[in-house]
């Protein structure tokens, strides 16, 4: 089943807003399996909307709109669909709670018939009643060609809540109908601290092999964090998990400890996870630079943290370095505040000043300039100081925008003290 999303607002096609809806509804078609063979980003043009839905509708099985169903003038997406398939427009009564979910207490004719334009669906189409906000969406199945259309909001939150909650059931379940009733199951891999590219060149040689058991490989690759998604189809559950398995063993049997979790796991739940299963109680701290306490931001952002998390310092300033963690005065003018030598430091004095079993370290550049002559944006040094005393220390290049690389460096962070853990396990 191929399908096509055709995004509208005439902000995107001038670059003044990211279309973020595209990437959002092709990432979760392609966890289910489902091919995205085509995305169009259009103006609010009536006749742009018209050909853009004729020619998506020759290449696929299913059109995905978003946007274009608000009570504004240039919100024409009802009409525009209309119009393509020769449908007329009518008002469904059931809608107007929601259309005038946000109307003043004064509400005027004209305002009251402008909101009402988001309760004028086609005719034979399935309404979608929103969860959030007040534009409602629609979905259309055109029988005699076997294909369907689904309308819903552009407003992300909006776009979201109807996409996951009406759209992609009804996807899935005719994903799973199709090819001769095959049943289709996925699983997600979660990496980190990994390229796209060498995760290609790791897993080759398993492209073939999951060729031969009906399994497909996709890879997602998203500041931090890679996905790879492993999907199934065949003539039942058992077969799929089997391959699934067989599969995804192959595959971090080459990645190792770049895979963190799977399908929804956040990184702190994997830290949490290795840290409950270390075979006895430990402890971690950090002392923090580049990311100005974000690394602890999301370590406590799991329930029961503070089990296990003593605390952080955001040593920011080399005042703070010097004061608070007792970092060398001279080895910051020596070396430069983000070196294997302060990071160093900063771990060892936030083990000791938390009475920690595990510290880290973390110091760089996140940009867009770096402050220390010669040395890049993305530049970062990482320190782990472990239990015995000992430490570990990663120099590491990030690129991206200031909070993709402030991301990326705790992503990468998180995981290597897991990794530690993982490998020091007392059982």
């Known amino acids: ?63 995905i709109i978003s946007g274009g169903l608000g009570p504004t003038d240039d919100d024409i997406t009802r009409k525009a669909v209309s119009e393509a398939l020769s449908l007329k427009l009518y008002k469904d009564d059931k809608l107007d709670n929601t259309s005038l979910k946000f109307k003043k207490k004064v509400l005027t004719d004209k305002l009251r018939d402008r909101l009402l334009r988001q309760s004028y669906i086609p ?51 005719l994903s ?98 290795s840290i409950l299963n270390y075979g006895k109680k430990i402890t971690i701290s950090t002392a923090e630079s580049m990311t100005g306490g974000l690394i602890s931001s999301m370590i406590t952002d799991i329930p029961g943290s503070s089990d296990y998390f003593c605390g952080g310092i955001i040593s920011y300033s080399n005042y703070a370095k010097m004061n608070l963690l007792n970092v060398k005065k001279d080895d910051l003018n020596k070396y430069g505040a983000v070196s294997e030598q302060v990071c160093r430091q900063m771990a060892l004095s936030s083990k000791k000043i938390f009475n920690s079993d595990y510290a880290i370290g973390v110091s760089g550049f996140a940009g867009p300039e770096a402050d220390e002559k010669g040395k890049n944006v993305g530049l970062v040094y990482t320190c782990i100081a472990k239990p015995d005393g000992s430490f570990k220390i990663f120099e590491s290049r990030f690129t991206g925008t200031r909070t993709e690389i402030k991301f990326r460096v705790s992503q990468f962070v998180l995981n290597m003290i897991r990794i530690e853990i993982e490998k020091n396990r007392v059982n």
């Open 176 to 273: 799973e109908r199709s090819e001769d009733n095959l049943k289709l199951k996925r699983k997600i891999l979660l990496t980190t601290g990994i390229s796209e590219s060498e995760i290609e060149e790791k897993i080759k040689d398993i492209y073939k092999e999951s060729d031969v058991l009906g399994v497909k490989i996709g890879i997602t690759a998203m500041p931090g964090l890679i996905k790879l998604v492993i999907v199934s189809r065949s003539s039942s559950d058992e077969i799929n998990t089997k391959n699934i398995n067989i599969i995804s063993g192959r595959i971090k049997k080459e990645i190792g400890f770049f895979i963190y979790g799977e399908n929804d796991d956040l990184m702190m739940q994997a830290l949490k996870k």
């Open 1 to 63: 089943m191929k399908s096509a999303i055709i995004c509208i607002g005439t902000e995107l096609n001038l670059g003044l807003t990211v279309n973020t809806n595209a990437t959002y509804i092709s990432e979760k078609l392609a966890e289910n399996g489902i091919e995205c063979n085509l995305i169009i980003t259009i103006k609010d043009d009536e006749k742009d909307i018209i050909d853009a839905l004729n020619y998506s509708l020759n290449q696929s099985d299913t059109v």
């Open 123 to 173: 005719e034979g189409s399935i309404p979608f009643i929103p969860n959030i906000g007040s534009a409602s969406g629609f979905m259309i199945n055109l029988k005699g060609r076997n294909k369907r259309i689904f309308s819903i909001p552009g407003v992300p939150g909006e776009m979201k809540d109807m996409f996951n909650n009406n759209v992609l059931p009804v996807l899935i379940n």
